[in-house]
């Protein structure tokens, strides 16, 4: 069964950085897309960012654009997330998300960052 | 990106049916068939529904039915029971590239 582990997350400085990762079992981790999604603490669906298949192709959501970097191991099935000069904004539960035909078919249990001072 | 505009609640009896709304704009909803819905249960991950505006993943009951009109989306659910409780949301892809979901619908089954 698809499978998707979240891991990294925690509570930290505003301006410092942290890595989340993500493992993926049950599937063919390189031939999907992956998305990262956010939900703030009582809040909505955010969407973050999303890398293909191979790695080449990645985009992000305006509100973390210049300081989060999406990036993928196939070899380790893994997909991170290293974030920086994170703000108090960013606190949030992060989903790893895999993605097909254009739906969101399998999501991670989640993990919190939390960002404070 | 702006979010999509979902309603706040709706509510139904068991046995009813109900439609939640998704309001875009042309450079998201109105500009493709990429629209998705999922359901979430407090503490829990989101679940997919609708994929593409109106097909549903296997396993998935067939008393939820999506459309779209326009710059508008529509979840359906028809025979309303206690378990469809929870908030739902609605989500497109864009014309820059990205995805942007609505707001979240909550949903009570009185």
């Known amino acids: 069964q698809v499978q998707l582990v979240e891991s990294g997350g925690g509570v930290v400085q505003p301006g410092r950085s942290l890595r989340l990762s993500c493992a993926a079992s049950?599937?063919?981790?390189?031939?999907?897309?992956m998305h990262w999604v956010r939900q703030a603490p009582g809040k909505g669906l955010e969407w973050v960012a999303v890398i293909s298949y191979d790695g080449n192709y990645k985009h992000y959501g305006d509100s973390v654009k210049g300081r989060f970097t999406i990036s993928r191991d196939n070899s380790k099935d893994s997909l991170y997330l290293q974030m920086s000069r994170l703000r108090v904004e960013d606190t949030s539960v992060y989903y790893c998300?895999?993605?097909?035909?254009?739906?969101?078919?399998?999501w991670g249990h989640g993990t919190l960052v939390t960002v404070s001072s | 990106q702006s979010a999509l505009t979902q309603p706040a609640s709706v509510s139904g009896s068991p046995g009813q049916s109900i439609t939640i709304s998704c309001t875009g704009t042309s450079s998201d909803v109105g500009g493709y068939n990429f629209v998705s819905w999922y359901q979430q249960v407090t503490g829990k991950a989101p679940k997919l529904l609708i994929h593409?505006?109106?097909n549903r993943p296997s396993g998935i009951s067939n008393r939820f039915s999506g459309s779209k009109s326009g710059i508008t989306a529509s979840l359906s659910i028809s025979g309303l029971q206690t378990e469809d409780e929870g908030t739902y949301y609605c989500?497109?892809?864009?014309?820059?590239?990205?995805?942007?979901f609505g707001g979240g619908t909550k949903l009570t089954v009185l």
């Open positions: 998300v895999r993605v097909a035909a254009m739906g969101l078919d399998y």
């Open positions: 989500c497109s892809y864009t014309n820059t590239s990205s995805l942007v």
């Open positions: 049950g599937f063919n981790f390189r031939d999907y897309a």
């Open positions: 593409e505006v109106s």
